[in-house]
Nanobody
């Protein structure tokens, strides 16, 4: 069974940091781009970041540029989202997703949740004092 499992969420104060992990089970992530999305309470699911299979190219939403960093360790079948300088507006459930579609590999058209066939269940991030 193809599965992604996120972890690392929690409660953090404004200005703090968290590192999210996304582990693949039953699916080899090394040949596919991986993306992160988030959904705030009452809001739509929005793209956060994407990384290509070899880690050579990344993309970020404007709202997180300079604060978040995406990375991956293909040997561990895992992707990461390092989040720093967190703000209350970053409060959301964070999801990772992947798909082996060729057109998604370059992180050029990565922003649409509906394009991903393998998705995690999410991890809650709450930024509050």
């Amino acid at each position: 069974q193809l599965q992604l499992v996120e972890s690392g969420g929690g409660l953090v104060q404004p200005g703090g940091s968290l590192r999210l992990s996304c582990v693949g089970s039953g699916v080899a992530l090394k040949n596919s781009a991986i993306s992160w999305f988030r959904q705030a309470p009452g809001g739509e699911r929005k793209p956060v970041s994407c990384i290509t299979a070899d880690g050579g190219n990344t993309a970020y939403a404007d709202s997180v540029k300079g604060r978040f960093a995406i990375s991956r360790d293909n040997a561990k079948n895992t992707a990461f989202l390092q989040m720093a300088t967190l703000k209350p507006d970053d409060t959301a459930v964070y999801y990772c997703a992947t798909d082996n579609r060729v057109d998604l590999r370059g992180c050029n058209i990565w922003q649409h949740w509906k394009d991903y066939s393998v998705r995690g269940q999410g991890t809650q991030v709450t930024v509050s004092s």
